[in-house]
């Protein structure tokens, strides 16, 4: 059973005491809310054999926020703490609470982080892991922290690893009226000849969203480039604009 944290300060566990804690509690809030036939449905719209409690998004929901009111997390070491207790449990659940920790703490969305968001994009390897850690983290620190997160956004352009290829696509989408257009279009470039659907589908995600803030500009860049995208980027790119 876990405990909640907290009484006198000098009897207060250890952070691995706590995230023992914090683990059990999630795990148990997990399980009241269980719904086995749910679960079959959820792994198999993922195509992974990963157990599921079947908790969908409300559900996780509740059990985050309630996690959060017992669990404080008030510094870096247990942020770290949390994302990785959680992330190594077995279920699906489990591992999208962790990405919610690290989506939810904006002051620890920094470069120092940025190797602890690879790894949940690399072993995450699946669009659910990966587009809400790339978009939300990553994204968030390469547009506070540019000087520094650049060299390492492109060498994941190039990376042997699909889904950080992806990532580096992908992190620029929640930049809007900020994004670094000739970067963002020099990485569609790059990528533009891959069979990967996942990187096809990057490509045209990532366009139609700045088309929003800079449709003539996109329009422009997909025709004058037209030979090169796939038929899937095309489309998805300029799937609102009139050409």
């Known amino acids: 059973m876990y405990t909640r944290p907290g009484g006198n300060p000098r009897n207060r566990p250890t952070t691995v005491v706590c995230m023992k804690g914090l683990v059990e509690f999630v ?13 079959a449905g959820m792994a198999a719209y993922m195509k992974t054999d990963m157990p599921f409690y079947g908790v969908q998004k409300q559900g996780r929901v509740e059990v985050a926020r309630a996690m959060k009111r017992l669990f404080p997390i008030d510094d870096l070491a247990t942020y770290r703490a949390a994302i990785e207790a959680l992330w190594v449990q077995p279920r699906r659940e489990e591992k999208y609470i962790a990405i ?27 669009w659910d892991f990966v587009d809400e850690v790339a978009i939300h983290c990553v994204g968030i620190v390469y ?15 190039d990376d042997e690893v699909m889904w950080l290829r992806r990532t580096s696509l992908i992190s620029h989408i929640k930049h809007k009226e900020q994004t670094d257009y000739e970067l963002l279009f020099d990485h569609c470039l790059r990528r533009a ?17 700045y088309a929003k803030i800079a449709p003539e500009r996109v329009a422009g860049f997909l025709l004058e480039h037209r030979d090169r995208w796939s038929g899937l980027s095309f489309r998805e790119a300029a799937k609102h604009l009139d050409i």
């Open 27 to 39: 795990a148990a809030e997990l399980a009241v809310r269980a719904n086995p036939e749910k679960a």
């Open 193 to 209: 000849a891959e069979k990967e659907f996942f990187i096809r589908k990057a490509i045209g995600w990532t366009l139609r969203e």
């Open 100 to 126: 919610a920790v690290a989506k939810e703490y904006k002051q620890f969305l920094t470069f120092e982080n940025l190797d602890l968001y690879r790894r949940l994009i690399v072993e995450g390897a699946w």
């Open 143 to 157: 547009l506070n922290d540019r000087d520094r997160i650049e060299t390492v956004i492109e060498e994941w352009v």
